[in-house]
């Protein structure tokens, strides 16, 4: 088992940054790959980045590349996504989710096994 927590979210304007972390209890924290989703209202889960195990190799979504940066800090059990130059499109709710069957970053929800219950990420125009 493994337990999710995010917090950071907010209201912030467009071209602002807002960081979210997400908090991990359970199974070892290293022994498992962490990614980030988001779903807009009317829109499916789409995924917006996800980080190996020990942090080396990451992956991003093309709408989020060169202004979202995930990391990790395995000794505080906490993934991080820092989200810069915010637009309104990215407005939506955030989720972290472990996978934990592979090491490596995957792109894909239906590969992960265990979700939080989510940030509310708001971006004003």
């Known amino acids: 088992q493994v337990q999710l927590v995010e917090s950071g979210g907010g209201l912030v304007q467009a071209g602002g940054s807002l960081r979210l972390s997400c908090v991990a209890s359970g199974r070892t924290f290293s022994n498992y790959a962490v990614g980030w989703f988001r779903q807009a209202p009317g829109k499916e889960r789409e995924f917006v980045a996800a980080i190996s195990w020990s942090g080396g190799r990451t992956r991003y979504a093309d709408s989020v590349k060169g202004r979202f940066a995930i990391s990790r800090n395995n000794a505080k059990n906490t993934v991080y996504l820092q989200m810069n130059s915010l637009k309104p499109e990215d407005t939506a709710v955030y989720y972290c989710?472990?996978?934990?069957?592979?090491?490596?970053?995957?792109?894909?929800?239906?590969?992960?096994?265990?979700w939080g219950q989510g940030a509310q990420v708001t971006v004003s125009s």
């Open positions: 989710a472990a996978d934990l069957h592979t090491l490596v970053p995957v792109t894909t929800s239906r590969a992960y096994d265990y």
